[in-house]
C-alpha cells in the first residue's frame, strides 16, 4: 500500500477508536418504560437451580441504539435458602459487552446483590462470584425507588435504593 493511501485508512481507524471514547457517535441510552419495558423483561430468572418469578415493578430496562439491551429487575426469592436470599436479590441480562462499575461484563445472563458495604456482587447462574463492584450512595435522593435506571450527564446509574453503579455499553 502506498504512503499516501495509508494516511488516511489510519486516520479513520483512528477515528473510530477515540470517537466512541470521547462519547462523540455513541449510541445513546433509553430508559424504556410501558409496553417497551414488558416486552423485554422475562417473566422469571433461573438461578442457581430454582426458578424465580420476576418482581415487574422493580424492573427496568436501557435500549442502546435499535437493538442492544441492558435488563434488570428483582426477583421474588422466597423459595430460595437463605443463605442464597443473602446475597442474590436480582438478575440482568446484557446481549452487549458493558462496564459495571470498573468490571467488564460479557453478553449474558447474570444473578446479583447489594451489600450492607455498598458493594454490588454479580454472579454467573450457577451462583459463582464474578465481580464485586464499589457502589456509590446518593444521599441527595430524594424519592428512592427499590430498583431503576437513571441518566445522570453522560453516564447511566443502576440504582438499588440510594446505592448505585454506573453503566456503559462497550
Known amino acids: 500500500m502506498k504512503a499516501a493511501t495509508c494516511l488516511p ?16 457517535g455513541a449510541e445513546e441510552a433509553v430508559i424504556l418504560s410501558g409496553e417497551d419495558l414488558n ?6 430468572f433461573y438461578y442457581e437451580g430454582l426458578a424465580a418469578p420476576t418482581q ?13 439491551y441492558v435488563i434488570a429487575a428483582l426477583v421474588d426469592t422466597s423459595g430460595y435458602a437463605t443463605s442464597v436470599r443473602e446475597r442474590y436479590e436480582g438478575f440482568f441480562i446484557t446481549d452487549s459487552r458493558i462496564q459495571v462499575g470498573r468490571a ?5 445472563a447474570y444473578g446479583f446483590g447489594f451489600t450492607a458495604d455498598n458493594k454490588m456482587n454479580i454472579f454467573d447462574v ?36 440510594r446505592n448505585f453503579v454506573t453503566i456503559k455499553v462497550k
Open 104 to 108: 467488564e461484563v460479557a453478553p449474558g
Open 39 to 44: 416486552k423485554v423483561v422475562p417473566a422469571g
Open 9 to 24: 485508512v489510519a486516520l479513520v481507524a483512528l477515528l473510530g477508536l477515540l470517537l466512541p471514547a470521547l462519547g462523540i
Open 126 to 161: 450457577g451462583g459463582n462470584q464474578l465481580h464485586s463492584v464499589v457502589a456509590v450512595r446518593d444521599s441527595e435522593l430524594t424519592a428512592p425507588r427499590p430498583l431503576a435506571f437513571v441518566k445522570s450527564g453522560n453516564e447511566v446509574r443502576l440504582y438499588r435504593g
Open 56 to 68: 415487574m415493578r422493580n424492573a427496568a430496562a436501557l435500549r442502546f441504539g435499535a437493538k442492544r
